[in-house]
């Protein structure tokens, strides 16, 4: 039988796809070189690749998924690749090769110039991102996906590293990163997508998921400020409302259901 799930990795801002025996671990929006960037404006903080891989490491040892899928962003300069990056990159995918079968890179738009920096074996998909096993359509988010993803069951994007803002009566505020799961417009979807999607058959929503990035030390788009419903959010998919954002499910990193999105907004 070909039952497969898609498993958030709580506390872990990463998740699992698995069918059968068949295991896909799935990650994204890492930003390797986001301290370098920062550190021309003159705060320093020590390069966080070290730790990423740990971490990413430890999973792939504590699930040993045979697939390492990178859903966009692994690097943070767009459109070129700074001095750090050359060596950090280069040693981060050297490291997850040697320690999972196939490692796949579905490209953000972070990630221009990124090919010189790639080990040979990994292989990189479109912007359109891809279909894994039928059913999952990963893509990172700054492009529409390709038709062939509408077709799925669940649609699973990054780039908007999704926050929520909560402050308590005393003003102290916290923004904690969070997972949303919400519903796709097929309608609209193979609107955007375009006439590639003519003659295409599902009907109905489709499921689609928001991951966190897997870099903490990010910023990330607010999904309950006031302005919720009138301001631009990133990505074809949430500007063009194909996904209702307002009535998706909220989760924080450690699982954690915090109601709809709607339900959340909040002013300050
Ligand atoms: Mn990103």
């Known amino acids: 039988m070909n ?4 498993m958030p990795l709580f506390p872990h801002p990463a998740l699992l796809l698995t069918r059968g025996r068949e295991k896909a671990l799935v990650i994204a929006d890492l930003h390797i070189g986001w301290e370098m960037a920062l550190s021309e404006q003159g705060i320093h903080i020590p390069s966080q690749t070290g730790r990423f891989l740990e971490r990413v490491l430890g999973l792939i040892r504590a699930h040993s998924p045979s697939l390492l899928i990178l859903l966009g962003d692994v690097k943070h300069t767009i459109a070129k690749a700074e001095m750090a990056e050359w060596r950090d990159v280069p040693e981060f995918f050297e490291a997850l090769k040697r320690s999972v079968r196939e490692v796949i890179l579905v490209p953000g738009n ?3 110039g990124i090919d010189p920096l790639l080990p040979s074996g990994i292989r990189v998909m479109g912007a359109s991102g891809m279909r894994l096993w039928g059913r999952y359509g990963l893509f990172h988010g700054h492009a ?3 038709p062939d993803l509408l077709e799925c069951d669940l649609l699973v994007m990054a780039h908007m590293h999704p926050t929520v803002s909560l402050s308590d009566p005393l003003g102290f505020r916290i923004v904690q990163q969070v997972w949303v799961r919400g519903k796709c417009d097929r309608g609209r979807l193979r609107e955007g997508v375009g006439e590639r999607c003519e ?4 009907a ?7 991951m966190p990035s897997f870099n903490d030390f990010l910023g990330g788009q607010s999904i309950n ?3 919720f419903g009138e301001r631009e959010y990133i990505g074809p998919i949430l500007r063009s409302r194909s996904m209702e954002l307002g009535g998706s499910d909220v989760y924080m990193l450690d699982g ?3 109601g709809k999105a709607k339900a959340l907004i909040r002013s300050d």
């Open 3 to 6: 039952r497969s799930k898609a």
């Open 110 to 112: 972070h990630d221009g």
């Open 144 to 146: 529409w996906p390709g």
């Open 199 to 202: 003659g295409r058959g599902k």
């Open 204 to 210: 109905g929503d489709l499921d689609c998921l928001i």
């Open 225 to 227: 400020r006031e302005d």
């Open 256 to 258: 954690t259901y915090l």
